[in-house]
């Protein structure tokens, strides 16, 4: 993803910090998550034969990306894999506790980090499992985007400049944690975030991309008599090559980062098809809407609020384009205080990140595409 503080996406949101690299320190590199961070995902039933594995609290600043289970006849189906090869480890022991069936394949919704690099624990585990993606995020996987990761087998290199990229990440952290004026929301949160960067750390050795294995170009049927799986590539939205899965059985939609709650992800979007592509996505009146982070939907609530969200944006910054105002400017013009407190009320943890992931980098990516401008995929 390009993403977070600059940039969320491929697997470090923190890495768009660029910040100098320093050696993490013992003290946080021995530290562990607590219960409350709800770091560690969980496995839950969402339909018969459907679980969903996701991380409890649902918003981290470095998440792991929802992986969602579909038991078949002859295997399983998962869509997605996990950000991290330790990441992969706990979703392949929390799906052999579900089911002793193999699985299958696993289809990548998106190229971000944090839904692919843990397949490689997972097809370790099942060798014969294919992975699935859309021909334009194989592309992504096998190109620029990813090109920080190793492919086939651990690179030492590429690890060590993945590592001095966390060195930065744990400088930001402990920079603002030095700030006297964070409220206690903050604080605790930053706090977590220095747990949470030590298990990643610990999560991401030997980080290894494994690439699709098939692919295809609008959609892709996995049949099966009781659950089948249309994989589709809805449109561009979140990415250029978003793919969701639809359960026409149970009606059930997993939706990749398309959806994500409670703060949706900005990062170079394409605000006029995401929008189009949500409409699409609602008028199949799914009963459960299984998003990219966090918990499970029954109903469309949340996703209409998104929908009005990307149509207000896009309102507010077309005549400022159209006038010659600069992406500064716009961005200093166009106020979403009212839509942030929908999604986040007045949490200051959440209102700091709604800002960074969704305010900022949706504001240029409407402001680029009012002005006819391309936007692009960023690098992980």
Do not use: C
Request: charged share 25%.
């Amino acid at each position: 993803m390009n993403r977070p503080i600059a940039r969320f996406g491929a697997a470090v949101l923190f890495a768009a910090l660029a910040l100098p690299a320093l050696a993490h320190e013992a003290s946080a590199a021995s530290s562990t998550p607590t219960p409350q961070d709800g770091y560690f995902q969980t496995i839950t039933p969402v339909a018969e034969g459907v679980w969903l594995i996701a991380q409890p609290q649902p918003f981290h600043i470095q998440p792991i990306g929802n992986v969602v289970v579909i038991e078949q006849s002859d295997g399983l189906v998962l869509i997605d894999a996990g950000g991290s090869p330790g990441a992969g480890r706990r979703i392949v022991e929390l799906v052999r506790s579900v089911s002793a069936k193999p699985v299958k394949a696993v289809a990548i919704t998106h190229w971000h980090g944090d839904h692919v690099l843990g397949a490689t624990s997972i097809v370790q585990a099942w060798p014969t499992a294919e992975i699935i993606a859309t021909d334009v995020t194989d592309a992504h996987l096998r190109g620029r985007s990813m090109k920080a990761y190793a492919k086939g087998s651990p690179d030492a290199a590429l690890q060590a400049q993945f590592d001095k990229r966390l060195d930065g990440a744990e400088t930001f952290l402990r920079d603002t944690l030095a700030k006297p004026d964070l409220s206690t929301r903050e604080r605790d949160g930053f706090e977590a975030s220095q747990r949470l960067l030590a298990q990643y750390r610990r999560d991401t050795r030997d980080l290894v991309l494994v690439l699709p294995t098939r692919t295809f170009v609008d959609s892709l049927k996995l049949d099966d008599a009781r659950r089948p799986v249309e994989l589709r590539h809805p449109g561009r939205g979140n990415t250029d090559g978003d793919l969701i899965a639809w359960l026409p059985r149970q009606r059930v939609m997993a939706t990749g980062d398309l959806v994500v709650a409670p703060i949706p992800f900005g990062f170079n979007a394409y605000p006029a098809d995401w929008e189009r592509t949500l409409r699409a996505m609602q008028a199949q009146h799914p009963a459960v809407w299984i998003p990219g982070h966090g918990a499970a939907m029954r109903d469309d609530a949340y996703v209409g609020r998104v929908v009005d969200l990307i149509g207000r944006t896009r309102d507010a910054i077309a005549p400022l384009a159209a006038q010659g105002v600069t992406i500064d400017e716009a961005k200093k013009r166009v106020n979403l205080s009212g839509d942030r407190a929908h999604f986040v009320g007045d949490d200051a943890w959440l209102t700091r990140w709604f800002d960074r992931y969704w305010t900022q980098p949706f504001i240029d990516a409407a402001w680029r595409e009012a002005k006819g401008e391309p936007i692009e995929q960023g690098e992980g």
